[in-house]
Nanobody, 116 residues
């Protein structure tokens, strides 16, 4: 079992920055990837970024490349999503997920609102 908990969401102006955190606990030795997804009202949940726990390779959605950075702190079992140059269309509930031994685990989500 793996548990993931997101934090760091909030209200930010267009062009601003925000950093989300995702802390993992449980059977963390079995985690192969951790990622960030988001879901805006009326839209499907979509992949934002993913990081492989072994090796640290990353992948990003085209819409966030160059603006968002996913990183990890292995000592803290935590993954971060640094979001820069935020746009109103980035407004969504952001979810952290973790893949471990063929199972996917989701956090509860954290709201990010980009507005003047």
């Amino acid at each position: 079992q793996v548990q993931v908990v997101e934090s760091g969401g909030g209200l930010v102006q267009p062009g601003g920055s925000l950093r989300l955190s995702c802390a993992a606990s449980g059977s963390i030795f079995s985690i192969t990837t951790m990622g960030w997804y988001r879901q805006a009202p009326g839209k499907q949940r979509e992949l934002v970024a993913v990081i492989f726990t072994s090796g640290g390779s990353t992948n990003y959605a085209d819409s966030v490349k160059g603006r968002f950075t996913i990183s990890r702190d292995n000592a803290k079992n935590t993954v971060y999503l640094q979001m820069n140059s935020l746009k109103p269309e980035d407004t969504a509930v952001y979810y952290c997920n973790s893949v471990a031994l063929g199972r996917i685990y989701w956090g509860q989500g954290t709201q990010v609102t980009v507005s003047s």
